[in-house]
Structures are given as C-alpha cells and as structure tokens.
C-alpha cells in the first residue's frame, strides 16, 4: 500500500470539519443499521459462515444472478488481491491514472505490470497490445471522475478474447453514465465485475464488497479466498441493507448538480484546471504551487482535508482531489483556497 491514500486526518493535530479527501459520501441515513448490528452484538461469540453464502443468494437474487455469480468478499481490496493471486504471473496492464491497489496486487503476485494511459479506439481494431492477458479498469475512474463509454468496452471485451478484463465499479451508484449490469456481465467469460457496499452505504470500516461474473471465474477466485474473511457483523449489516434499501438512498441529480457547480466555482478562480468528471469526485490540477502546501494550509488554517493526488501515476506535485460535500462545505472549501492563491 502507498502512503497517502485520503481520509488522513489523524495527521494533522486540529480537528478537520470537512473531508473532501474521501471518496465516501457520508451523507446517509445509517441510524436503522447500528440499531441492526447493535442488536446482533451478542453474535460476535460465535464464527460466522466459512464463506458467505447467505449474504451471497441474497445479492444473486436481488442481481437477478445464480449465487455462484456472487462472490462477496472483505472489501472489493479484497476482491482485488484475490485476483491478482488467482492469475499469479500474468502480463497485467492497468489504465492509469487509477487506484494503487491493483498495481500492488499485482507485484505482490508476480505480474508483469505495465501502464495504459489509452485504450485502443475503433480506428485501432479496438487491440489491445498482443502480450496483455489481464487489463484492469476503474469505471468511474479514481481519480478522475472519468467513465469509459459502455460501447467503447463492449467492443475491448469483444476484439480481446484472450484478456481477462477487471473492471472495478465500486462507484456506480455516484454516476448517471450507462455502466455494465451484473446480468449483462456473465455472458462474457473474462470479465469480472467489482463492486462495491462499503462505497455504496459509506460503511468503509465494515469492509463489504463482491465480484460478479460467469462461475467458472469465479470457482478459480474461491480457491483462494480464506475461510471467515467476511465477518459476522459485516454479513449482517450486508443482509439488512439488502432487506432495507430506502434507507440509505441519496438524491444522485441533486449531488451531481452540486458538484458541477462546485467544479464552476473552482474555475471561476483561474488559478487551475478542473478535469470534467462524471462523478461525485474531481481531480484539479494547479498552475502553481503544490497541492502537498494547499492541503497542509487547508488542513491546519481551516479544517478542511483535500487529497493530495500527486502519488498516482502519471499525475505531480500540482494534482489534488476533492470529493463534493455540503452547498456550505463547498463554499468554505473555495473561499479558502482562494485564500492560499492570494497569500
């Protein structure tokens, strides 16, 4: 794992009244959920299933799927070394600039990695590099916001018979961008689907995600993953958001209308470039400064915690990345960086 991954508030010693650094939308109503899980606390005295079978019907049921479509797992990280270990020393390409994890998945396991910073386009043949046998995607891209046309990956699973596409959707519920359904998924019999609860109901300290894809995939993938990786309380919490969607629901037009307008208000300062996103997060790129300067300033003058994204490949120094908040969090984020501009 590098360092500097978001949601590092522990290093700062004022408090942080606004964290733009997570990806996690920490704005739903979870009160129905601890009363569930406070209830089952007397379950901890006991294992939970070796495999989560359960949790595993209940998700194939709801995705229309055969339960050995389903593989839940600790986390879609999990998921992703899972992989990595599964198809230990493959030639492994990776579309950057993306999260880190897949990389160090796949180095810990003997791949042979390689960076995209294009996929292949019509013009192309749509072929990826003869060597590649496993591509990894992030679909809504971290960090960039970024969604790859559904027809444009249609036609890369279709012309690469023999890659192993992963693509990781742990942000599908945050776009209105047309995304593979789980059902549309298992036809192919290389592609696998990450995704994600924790993101989903912003539980990141559960540690719930699942892959969906054709059996065969997925009975290989199990041959790996250890017995009670998925703990009691993390399947509960699993079954009762199943049982309770409403819950935990978010007025999606409304966060993005929010988030296109804090990305006009950051322009509107001329001080950088805000990539386009079809997302909740957006990557912002100074014209001078360094964003590890803006972030500690933030951090220390106003309580406010952005991530420094100058650690994912292909982006430096200049590059930040902020996930929207509140109309009020957002202002006071763009008042104060205008703030540092002007110091």
């Given at each position: 794992?590098?360092?500097?991954?978001?949601?590092?508030?522990?290093?700062?010693?004022?408090?942080?009244?606004?964290?733009?650094?997570s990806?996690?939308?920490g704005?739903?109503?979870?009160?129905?959920?601890?009363?569930?899980?406070?209830?089952?606390?007397?379950?901890?005295?006991?294992?939970?299933e070796?495999?989560?079978?359960?949790?595993?019907?209940?998700?194939?049921?709801?995705l229309?799927?055969?339960?050995?479509?389903?593989?839940?797992?600790?986390?879609?990280?999990?998921?992703?070394?899972?992989?990595?270990?599964?198809?230990?020393g493959?030639?492994?390409?990776?579309?950057?600039?993306?999260?880190?994890?897949?990389?160090?998945?796949?180095q810990?396991?003997?791949?042979?990695?390689?960076?995209?910073?294009?996929?292949?386009?019509?013009?192309?043949?749509?072929?990826?590099?003869?060597?590649?046998?496993?591509?990894?995607?992030?679909n809504?891209?971290?960090?960039?916001?970024?969604?790859?046309k559904?027809?444009?990956?249609?036609?890369?699973?279709?012309?690469?018979?023999?890659v192993?596409?992963?693509?990781?959707?742990?942000?599908?519920?945050?776009?209105?961008?047309?995304?593979?359904t789980?059902?549309e998924?298992?036809?192919?019999?290389?592609?696998?689907?990450?995704?994600?609860?924790?993101?989903?109901?912003?539980?990141?300290?559960?540690?719930?995600?699942?892959?969906?894809?054709?059996?065969?995939?997925?009975?290989?993938?199990?041959?790996?993953?250890?017995?009670?990786?998925?703990?009691q309380?993390?399947?509960?919490?699993?079954?009762?958001?199943?049982?309770?969607?409403?819950?935990?629901?978010?007025?999606?037009?409304?966060y993005?209308?929010?988030?296109?307008?804090?990305r006009?208000?950051l322009?509107?300062?001329?001080?950088?470039?805000v990539?386009?996103?079809?997302?909740h997060f957006?990557?912002?790129?100074?014209?001078?400064?360094?964003?590890s300067?803006?972030k500690?300033y933030l951090?220390?003058?106003?309580?406010?915690?952005?991530?420094?994204?100058?650690?994912?490949?292909?982006?430096d120094?200049r590059?930040?990345?902020?996930?929207t908040?509140?109309?009020?969090?957002n202002?006071?984020?763009?008042?104060?960086?205008?703030?540092?501009?002007k110091?």
């Amino acid at each position: 794992m590098i360092n500097g991954h978001g949601d590092d508030a522990y290093h700062y010693g004022s408090p942080i009244a606004a964290n733009f650094s997570s990806n996690v939308f920490g704005r739903v109503e979870l009160t129905g959920l601890k009363r569930h899980l406070c209830a089952c606390m007397d379950q901890i005295g006991s294992y939970p299933e070796p495999e989560p079978f359960t949790l595993e019907a209940g998700l194939a049921k709801q995705l229309r799927l055969q339960p050995k479509e389903v593989c839940v797992t600790n986390g879609v990280t999990e998921a992703i070394y899972l992989i990595a270990q599964t198809f230990r020393g493959t030639r492994t390409a990776i579309y950057q600039p993306t999260f880190s994890e897949y990389a160090d998945a796949c180095q810990m396991h003997g791949h042979r990695v390689s960076s995209l910073f294009m996929l292949p386009t019509e013009k192309e043949g749509y072929r990826l590099p003869s060597d590649i046998r496993m591509l990894w995607l992030c679909n809504p891209n971290n960090p960039t916001g970024g969604v790859v046309k559904k027809a444009w990956l249609k036609a890369l699973i279709e012309r690469n018979p023999n890659v192993c596409f992963i693509i990781d959707q742990s942000y599908e519920y945050f776009t209105m961008a047309p995304l593979f359904t789980a059902s549309e998924a298992i036809s192919y019999p290389h592609l696998l689907l990450l995704h994600s609860i924790t993101k989903r109901y912003a539980i990141p300290g559960v540690r719930l995600g699942y892959l969906t894809g054709c059996k065969g995939l997925l009975d290989r993938i199990r041959t790996n993953r250890m017995p009670w990786s998925v703990n009691q309380l993390a399947i509960q919490a699993g079954l009762y958001l199943l049982q309770h969607p409403a819950e935990a629901t978010i007025n999606l037009t409304a966060y993005l209308k929010e988030t296109n307008r804090l990305r006009e208000r950051l322009l509107a300062l001329g001080a950088m470039d805000v990539w386009e996103t079809e997302t909740h997060f957006m990557i912002v790129r100074l014209r001078f400064g360094k964003a590890s300067a803006l972030k500690a300033y933030l951090a220390e003058e106003h309580g406010l915690l952005i991530r420094d994204a100058s650690n994912f490949e292909g982006l430096d120094e200049r590059y930040f990345r902020i996930a929207t908040q509140t109309p009020e969090e957002n202002d006071r984020l763009v008042e104060a960086i205008e703030q540092w501009l002007k110091a």
